[in-house]
């Protein structure tokens, strides 16, 4: 069984020796790494190089920016494994996570698509160290991406689930999945709207992998791992302007789409709610900022009043003054 460890990139290529030295310290060694370079400016090629000794890598540079969506559309297609796993390069592997990975699939062999947790860590604490940071150095606690401590076989469709997190696969460096399942129905794919290379312009290039796993996994068996086997970095990310439109519109979004594709009702509505905790405050500050915070991809009838019948669309005025208040009692 082959792994394959996919990392698109662009002008992180400090983040991207962190990562790549994170891989070259794994304890099990049977699996390959490729990489799209989404037209770096710098000479991602030539820092890469000295890993090909420790690491199987397979590299691409497109000859101009093509977005994050056909870039990670790229990275996927150049995988040869039975399963791909999608790393940030801005991620960390723990030292024995192709390892472990590898066994739960083993044992699991049922099972097509694999939720993985993930570390939260802020990116200054590697600056503690030498560079290329050494995963020997993690911090012995982390916050988890999942609460949840149990490891749990389950429905695909189980896993959209606030319980489990809050953004319901759209964080897509938690899934792994069988390659030829997601190569056979790329179909699904607008290919006009994908190749909007503006940051999560449309629900196409922020979140059409989750039309892909609804076409190949709905009806599959999934797999729950709680040990977080990846850290994700807090402080790198230059889209965080975008995040608020991101959690109320997008992730919204994403919750319709899965409903339409059979997500029961319950769910759907249970979850939905939950996603319009911040409804009223952060619609507030994206009128504010304007284009900024991405005023300009929100569609008011389908994103702003459609919405209006979730009680949490109201409910989020009062959580957020109630917020506001504690903060003010703690000074």
């Known amino acids: 069984m082959l792994i394959s460890i996919c990392i698109p990139t662009y002008n992180r290529p400090s983040t991207l020796i962190n990562c790549l030295n994170s891989l070259s310290l794994q304890t099990e060694k049977q699996f390959e790494v490729c990489i799209s370079d989404n037209c770096s400016k710098a000479n991602i090629q030539k820092l890469i190089h000295p890993f090909k000794k420790k690491l199987k890598i397979r590299f691409n540079k497109n000859k101009k920016n093509l977005g994050f969506a056909l870039n990670l559309l790229k990275v996927s297609n150049m995988a040869k494994g039975d399963f791909i796993w999608f790393l940030g390069d801005d991620d960390l592997i723990v030292r024995d996570g192709i390892k472990t990975l ?15 947790n993930s570390y939260y860590l802020n ?36 896993l959209i689930d606030r319980k489990i997190s809050f953004d319901y696969l759209l964080g897509v460096f938690v899934c792994v999945f069988r390659r030829d399942q997601w190569n056979r ?27 892909i796993f609804c076409a190949a996994f709905s009806k599959s068996d999934a797999f729950f791992c709680a040990r977080p086997l990846t850290v994700s970095l807090h ?3 230059e889209w965080s302007n975008l995040y608020p439109m991101v959690e109320i519109v997008r992730i919204p979004e994403a919750l319709d789409y899965y409903r339409s594709k059979g997500l029961s009702l319950f769910k759907y509505i249970k979850n939905k709610n ?5 409804f009223f405050n952060y619609f507030f500050k994206i009128f504010f900022y304007g284009e900024q915070m ?22 989020s005025i009062i959580y957020f003054i109630n917020r506001k208040i504690r903060l003010f009692l703690k000074i």
Not at 102 to 116: L, V
Not at 133 to 139: D, E, S, V
Not at 192 to 204: A, C, G, P, Q, Y
């Open 294 to 315: 991405g005023l300009n991809y929100i569609n008011f009838r389908r994103h702003f009043f459609n919405n209006l019948i979730f009680p949490n669309a109201w409910l």
């Open 102 to 116: 590898k066994n739960i699939i083993k044992k699991n062999k049922k099972c097509e698509f694999f939720w993985i």
């Open 123 to 158: 990116k200054n604490y590697l600056k503690k160290f030498n560079y290329p940071f050494n995963t020997k150095n993690l911090p012995k606690k982390m916050k988890r991406h999942s609460p949840q401590k149990k490891n749990k076989k389950l429905k695909f469709f189980d």
């Open 235 to 237: 402080g790198v990310r």
């Open 274 to 278: 939950y996603a319009l905790r911040n």
């Open 185 to 211: 129905h790329q179909n699904v794919i607008d290919k006009k709207l994908i190749k909007d290379v503006r940051t999560w312009s449309n629900f196409e290039n922020t979140c059409f992998f989750i039309k």
